[in-house]
């Protein structure tokens, strides 16, 4: 028997239509897409701009073409950043920023003299927004922010930053790597310009896909040129999107499969997805709340996080504890920093991190209670 607890890195199970798609498209259609003129091309760029248009649905976005495909998160925020920031330009970001923005902002800062003004937090990764106001300066040229955190899943006031930002013409990317199909996102309400999506985790896509929602063209200068399939005569990357942003052979069959994925999500609905986790997340909480040497991080209350919660047990190292859950009881959970070293300096584990469990749509109560049962016999040995 296994307990996969480890949805923030990726979400496992997936729908078996989401398999079923890859496989379909690998199988029957195979070709590549917008590069052909014959049929099954045709069939292949269908399915892509489907896949497009699910997106914009489930972000409430309206232009499909705004869609941008890429590999994951991380290169979409880093095409986003690089193609948005200038030399000696100013990025407004939050404190507990994943390494996808942290180390794309300081490799700017060290090589383009950017300047870096993280919005300050408290112990629960909770950020006021309303501190962002007072960081703007006139060469401020991005705000940057996590949706949620993967560390203490905290969610952050994307509504309110975004309204900030749309205020002062700035523009406003966000990291929903952790949220997306399991938070509502409404890309037109939340204020967001630029919503960067993996398509591997809550979303229940396959991994290697990913990308960008672009509320407006011209937003992003093109980061990477090449083959699009249209306008090869011109000797630069074309200017109107998705096409500045894409360049090269798609990964049509992962694409498929996240189409798949996102209409599952809309048939469950995201607020049912949200729901069951929010009550799972509500559930470990008391279990683990209930034991005596578990030290628990973030906000504790599961209407301000998502599925997401670090604890250290006693002083038992993180990796120990992971260790054991997995080799005696079978229990996947991650330890260590998770590549957001800033959430870890808010709490103080920088030396040691934390064991983090992340449960996902498929997760069960029962799940956490072997989880809970695991910990008592490990604690009672120590
Ligand atoms: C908040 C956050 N941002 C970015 C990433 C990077 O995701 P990917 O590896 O899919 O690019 C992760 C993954 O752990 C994450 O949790």
Redesign the pocket.
């Given at each position: 028997m296994s307990i996969y607890l480890d949805n923030?890195?990726t979400s496992y199970p997936k729908p078996d239509l989401v398999a079923d798609s890859v496989y379909h498209f690998m199988k029957h259609i195979g070709v590549s897409v917008g590069r052909g003129s014959y049929n099954r091309a045709q069939k292949a760029g269908e399915i892509v701009y489907e896949t497009r248009k699910l997106l914009c649905q489930l972000f409430n976005h309206s232009n499909p073409e705004h869609v941008v495909f890429m590999s994951?998160?991380?290169e979409a925020i880093n095409l986003a950043i690089r193609g948005i920031v200038t030399p000696g330009g100013h990025v407004i970001t939050s404190s507990i920023e994943?390494n996808?923005v942290w180390r794309c902002l300081k490799m700017l800062e060290r090589d383009y003299s950017i300047q870096i003004s993280p919005v300050l937090c408290d112990s629960s990764g909770t950020t006021d927004p309303e501190t962002i106001q007072g960081l703007i300066r006139p060469n401020t040229q991005l705000i940057v922010f996590?949706h949620a955190s993967?560390v203490l899943g905290t969610i952050q006031p994307i509504r309110q930053s975004g309204t900030i930002a749309r205020r002062n013409s700035i523009p406003f990317l966000v990291?929903s790597?952790?949220t997306a199909g399991a938070y509502p996102i409404d890309m037109q309400a939340d204020c967001i310009d630029i919503l960067a999506f993996?398509g591997?985790?809550s979303l229940l896509g396959p991994m290697g896909t990913?990308g960008l929602v672009v509320k407006d063209e011209g937003m992003i200068r093109p980061q990477k040129a090449g083959g699009t399939g249209r306008d090869s005569f011109s000797p630069y990357q074309p200017e109107y999107l998705p096409d500045c942003l894409e360049a090269g052979t798609f990964n049509g069959s992962g694409i498929a499969g996240l189409g798949a994925a996102v209409k599952y999500i809309l048939g469950e609905t995201v607020q049912a997805i949200r729901n069951k986790e929010q009550q799972l997340t509500d559930y470990a909480l008391k279990q683990l709340k209930c034991l005596d040497k578990v030290i628990l991080y973030g906000p504790g209350n599961p209407e301000k996080m998502v599925g997401v919660i670090s604890f250290n047990v006693s002083n038992i190292p993180a990796v120990e504890i992971a260790y054991a859950l997995d080799e005696v009881y079978g229990i996947m959970v991650r330890a260590g920093l998770h590549?957001a070293p800033t959430a870890h300096r808010i709490i103080g584990t920088e030396q040691v991190g934390t064991v983090r469990i992340s449960l996902g749509y498929f997760n069960q109560e029962k799940d956490i209670d072997l989880l809970v049962a695991a910990l008592s016999e490990i604690l009672s040995k120590v």
């Open positions: 923030a890195a994951n998160v991380t994943h996808a996590t993967n990291d790597a952790q993996t591997h985790k990913g590549c």
